[in-house]
């Protein structure tokens, strides 16, 4: 099983970025697969999650509405738009697969330890 997140980089306050998350090793419609981050001194923290069986999501309040999750079961990537960054979403950004998938997102609280085999992450730094 591999995550491969990329996509991060610099950007002003207000823009945009896309991330990916190119899996393989596994039957990729089996599976949710959740995008997370950390910033520096902080937990790592859940943001949204998406089904493999039907493209349910699952989002953080802080950031629904800003932040989009979707999945390409073509090319098996999931994706994750970031909009209207602010200077406190910098962070490192995961991906990673559930542990639970007999489990819909309805039982998910986007915690860590729900989700296992994460990337090595992408950077995304918000300049002011």
């Known amino acids: 099983v591999q995550l491969v997140e990329s996509g991060g980089g610099l950007v002003q306050a207000g823009g945009s970025l896309r991330l990916s998350c190119a899996a393989s090793?596994?039957?990729?419609?089996?599976?949710?697969i959740g995008w997370f981050r950390q910033a520096p001194g902080k937990e790592r923290e859940g943001l949204a999650c998406?089904?493999?069986?039907?493209?349910?999501?699952l989002y953080k309040d802080s950031v629904n509405g800003r932040f989009t999750i979707s999945r390409d079961n073509v090319n098996n990537t999931v994706y994750l738009q970031l909009s209207s960054l602010k200077p406190e979403d910098t962070a490192v950004y995961y991906c990673?697969?559930?542990?639970?998938?007999?489990?819909?997102?309805?039982?998910?609280?986007?915690?860590?330890?729900?989700?296992?085999?994460w990337g090595q992450g992408t950077r995304v730094t918000v300049s002011s």
């Open positions: 090793g596994f039957t990729y419609s089996d599976y949710a």
């Open positions: 998406i089904s493999g069986r039907d493209g349910s999501t």
């Open positions: 990673a697969l559930d542990s639970f998938p007999l489990y819909g997102l309805g039982y998910k609280n986007l915690l860590p330890e729900e989700f296992h085999h």
